[in-house]
């Protein structure tokens, strides 16, 4: 067993490259990476490249929504592992302790780390990521979760509600642009099912929409 800090370079010690796969939008630029151990990636976000910040503007500010930050967590854990679609069954412990803002006329890069923790007894793969920006100087993270990858298993049955007896309210004139920020790519709440203050159970759209 050989405990080092980041080798490169060396004649002795060859790493084989990661591949840059051109379908992952936020695997980009790789900085570092060790197969199945380690990984640093970055990327621009503009709105030319990512119209949908367009829609996901906050008093002014355009936020990277944390469904695409998940995105780019698993796609670099896709990298990491060599797998196409790696087999993740769940995420664990996300965190989503600083915004990051993107400028608008000349865009934020974003840098992306992935690094692989030991496989739990039950064979499952754990995957810490965390995404960074420029704007803190890459020194912390925005957004972390940790990717969990194993055999995916069937949860207990849930019995939905009758959606004849939905909640008296009309999403889209009474929750979009009042209580919720997101523009017309994100407004997918249909009808609300159940609503208290544990839970909510919505009926959303699905659609093959651009982003």
């Known amino acids: 067993i050989v405990v080092t800090a980041r080798l490169a370079g060396f004649d002795t010690w060859p790493a ?71 087999a993740i069954v769940r995420i664990e412990d996300i965190r989503l302790d600083r915004p990051i803002v993107v400028d608008a006329s000349r865009g934020t890069e974003i840098e992306i780390r992935a690094v692989a923790e030991e496989t739990e007894t039950n064979g ?11 704007q803190t100087g890459f020194a912390v993270d925005h957004f972390e979760a940790t990717m969990v990858l194993g055999t995916p298993r069937l949860g207990p049955r849930v019995e939905l509600p009758d959606c004849a007896k939905a909640v008296p309210i009309e999403p889209r004139s009474e929750l979009y642009g009042s209580l919720l920020f997101q523009g017309p790519r994100f407004q997918r709440i249909e009808s609300i099912l159940e609503l208290d203050n544990d839970h909510a159970i919505v009926e959303a759209q699905s659609s093959p929409t651009s982003f």
């Open 16 to 86: 084989p490259p990661l591949p840059i796969r051109a379908d992952l939008r936020f695997v980009e630029h790789i900085v570092t990476g060790q197969p199945e151990l380690e990984l640093v990636a970055r990327t621009r976000l503009t709105l030319q490249r990512d119209p949908y910040l367009e829609d996901h503007a906050l008093n002014g500010s355009l936020l990277f929504p944390t469904v695409f930050g998940l995105e780019a967590m698993a796609q670099a854990t896709a990298t990491l592992n060599g797998e196409a679609n790696p």
């Open 124 to 134: 499952e793969r754990h995957v810490r990521v965390g995404i960074r920006t420029e």
